[in-house]
């Protein structure tokens, strides 16, 4: 009886050592993904329900807001779980693998991407750095092109050639557990804009009707995730160079309030001096703003969010001491 049950356990203890070795092997060859949009190993080492507020969105998210300083003027804590071109339906997966882990009292989303194509260009990157599971997988499935999937599986599909280019530090990667950091997925940028001078272009419509009610029926899922959970959602358009007509926004803003009446919409492209922006001195090109706008900006949003009822919770003394670091940090960096 022992020999006959020998050789299939030796067969799977074969193939349990093999995908470890190859999921390490596919560890150690995808590059590290700290900023610019997608952080998910950080996002994981936040406390549990220790989030009061979640940002999602594209860059105009990640570069735009920055929870640290949030925290320093308002003492909400935030996480910017945004992605360069986030499409509203990868957000929608983003959102629900969030809640996983925090029970926001708002989401925030930048609502930019409602103008998005169906597929952008970063769903390798948006979709590839979350965690496995269930929703991983119907990001994939739901959310990226037929041409992709395969890759975003089977890590080493995308990243096997890279072992000419490893370094001692790729398998340091690997090895060394990731930790939460300062940036809180925000992503900053110095460079200022030279040519704010021309003032904002701004454009019609420039996507076929067929996508943009495909991502305003992302956008009602998200409503959906955000009712059930009892999380309060707030769209927004960030103040903007890269605007679009009014009309345009007057359109939006009715559709959203067709689909999620109780979320509140915010149309920011053009407040710049209400916030306290200076587009000559705090964008870093055309579209997004840079740290010094940031942090301006995410200073201006909690305050917005404390006068809608947001409330900042009650923090363990470790966590309440890492993030006055954190606005410490920013303080002293754009100071």
Same mark, same amino acid.
């Given at each position: 009886m022992r020999k006959k049950w020998k050789e299939p356990l030796f067969a799977l203890a074969f193939v349990l050592t093999a995908a470890l070795l190859l999921n390490f092997i596919a560890a150690v060859l995808r590059p590290a993904h700290t900023d610019y949009g997608s952080t998910w190993d950080a996002y994981l080492c936040e406390p549990e329900d220790s989030i009061d507020v979640l940002f999602f969105g594209s860059s105009y998210a990640y570069c735009d807001w920055n929870p640290g300083a949030m925290y320093a003027g308002? #003492?909400?804590? $935030?996480?910017?779980? #945004? $992605? %360069?071109?986030?499409?509203?339906?990868? /957000?929608?997966?983003?959102?629900?693998?969030?809640?996983? /882990?925090?029970?926001? %009292? =708002?989401?925030? &989303? !930048?609502?930019?991407?409602?103008?998005?194509?169906?597929?952008?260009?970063? /769903?390798?990157?948006?979709? $590839?750095? &979350?965690?496995?599971g269930a929703n991983r997988v119907g990001a994939i499935f739901d959310a990226a092109e037929e041409d992709k999937r395969l890759g975003l599986f089977f890590d080493l599909y995308f990243y096997h050639d890279r072992w000419k280019e490893l370094t001692a530090g790729d398998v340091k990667k690997a090895l060394t557990p990731a930790k939460a950091d300062q940036l809180k997925g925000h992503t900053a940028v110095d460079q200022v804009?030279?040519?704010?001078?021309?003032?904002?272009?701004?454009?019609? &419509?420039?996507? %076929? !009707?067929? =996508?943009?009610?495909?991502?305003?029926?992302?956008?009602?899922?998200?409503?959906?995730?955000?009712?059930? +959970?009892? *999380?309060?959602?707030?769209?927004? *358009?960030?103040?903007?160079? %890269?605007?679009?007509?009014? +009309?345009?926004?007057?359109?939006? !803003?009715?559709? =959203?309030?067709?689909?999620?009446?109780?979320?509140?919409?915010?149309?920011?492209?053009?407040?710049?001096e209400e916030i306290g922006l200076d587009p000559e001195r705090h964008l870093y090109d055309g579209g997004h703003l840079n740290a010094d706008g940031a942090q301006i900006f995410s200073d201006y949003t909690g305050k917005v969010l404390l006068a809608m009822g947001c409330t900042p919770r009650e923090q363990t003394a470790e966590n309440a001491a890492a993030w006055e670091k954190t606005a410490a940090y920013w303080a002293e960096r754009n100071g």
């Open positions: 308002s #003492g909400l804590t $935030g996480y910017v779980l #945004g $992605g %360069s071109e986030q499409t509203p339906a990868i /957000t929608y997966w983003y959102l629900k693998e969030a809640l996983k /882990t925090q029970s926001p %009292s =708002v989401v925030v &989303m !930048e609502g930019s991407s409602l103008f998005f194509d169906r597929y952008q260009n970063y /769903t390798q990157i948006n979709i $590839g750095y &979350m965690p496995w804009y030279d040519r704010a001078w021309e003032g904002p272009a701004v454009w019609d &419509m420039r996507q %076929s !009707e067929e =996508v943009y009610l495909q991502n305003l029926q992302d956008f009602g899922r998200i409503a959906q995730v955000c009712r059930e +959970a009892g *999380v309060e959602l707030v769209l927004t *358009v960030n103040p903007t160079y %890269s605007q679009y007509t009014q +009309a345009v926004y007057q359109r939006l !803003e009715e559709d =959203v309030a067709r689909l999620a009446p109780e979320a509140v919409f915010v149309n920011w492209a053009d407040s710049f």
